[in-house]
T-cell receptor
Framework: GESVGLHLPTLSVQEGDNSIINCAYS??????FIWYKQESGKGPQFIID?????DKRQGQRVTVLLNKTVKHLSLQIAATQPGDSAVYFC??????????FGTGTSLTVIP | GAGVSQSPSNKVTEKGKDVELRCDPI?????LYWYRQSLGQGLEFLIY????????KSGLPSDRFSAERTGGSVSTLTIQRTQQEDSAVYLC??????????????FGPGTRLTVT
């Protein structure tokens, strides 16, 4: 399944499928991006980051893709598991150490 | 090691009262952030502290909001004359900041503020 931007705040996928969560950012000067996972009742937890001099970065089961031309960021989760159910936020660093967070996408994994 | 801690975890207050929210960052982290998260919303930046530099207060929504960081460690966010629209989860995060260092922010569990 795939969510488009931050205007579709929910995404449901079957366990084992791949998930793609998208994020559009607004400031072309933003040079650093982070994806966070937030489980219910907890603070956000760092997943993966990427700098603007890269277009792809991989972690454990996660890949972040950055398209600076269209100011678009995506998070791909391979073999989605029930424990991946959470709200996912992208954050952009526009200047200094300020970060701006998107509204988030709620991912539900169906067993 | 210990992460970021916040207290109280929940706070219910009457409209018009003042509240203080506390954040204990990770030891050695020079940067400290406060965010506000309303129900079902993203994080709204409030204020940023970096070492001994003047804080970046550009995100504070009104002059009823203030924050301080004593000794470069513990921070307190104060909301005066609380309003119902102040009800939200207030999150604190700390990081090793500065160009060339990781920007990863470690978040506390938040304080849920309810103004009745």
């Amino acid at each position: 399944g795939e969510s488009v931007g931050l205007h579709l705040p929910t995404l449901s996928v079957q366990e084992g499928d791949n998930s793609i969560i998208n994020c559009a950012y607004s400031n072309s000067a933003s040079d650093y991006f982070i994806w966070y996972k937030q489980e219910s009742g907890k603070g956000p937890q760092f997943i993966i980051d990427i700098r603007s001099n890269m277009d792809k970065r991989q972690g454990q089961r996660v890949t972040v893709l950055l398209n600076k031309t269209v100011k678009h960021l995506s998070l791909q989760i391979a073999a989605t598991q029930p424990g991946d159910s959470a709200v996912y936020f992208c954050a952009e660093n526009r200047a200094g150490n300020q970060f701006y967070f998107g509204t988030g996408t709620s991912l539900t994994v169906i067993p | 090691g210990a992460g970021v801690s916040q207290s109280p975890s929940n706070k219910v207050t009457e409209k018009g009262k003042d509240v203080e929210l506390r954040c204990d960052p990770i030891s050695g982290h020079t940067a400290l952030y406060w965010y506000r998260q309303s129900l079902g919303q993203g994080l709204e930046f409030l204020i940023y502290f970096q070492g001994n530099s003047a804080p970046d207060k550009s995100g504070l929504p009104s002059d009823r909001f203030s924050a301080e960081r004593t000794g470069g460690s513990v921070s307190t966010l104060t909301i005066q004359r609380t309003q119902q629209e102040d009800s939200a989860v207030y999150l604190c995060a700390s990081s090793l900041a500065g160009r060339g260092h990781t920007y990863e922010q470690y978040f506390g569990p938040g304080t849920r503020l309810t103004v009745t």
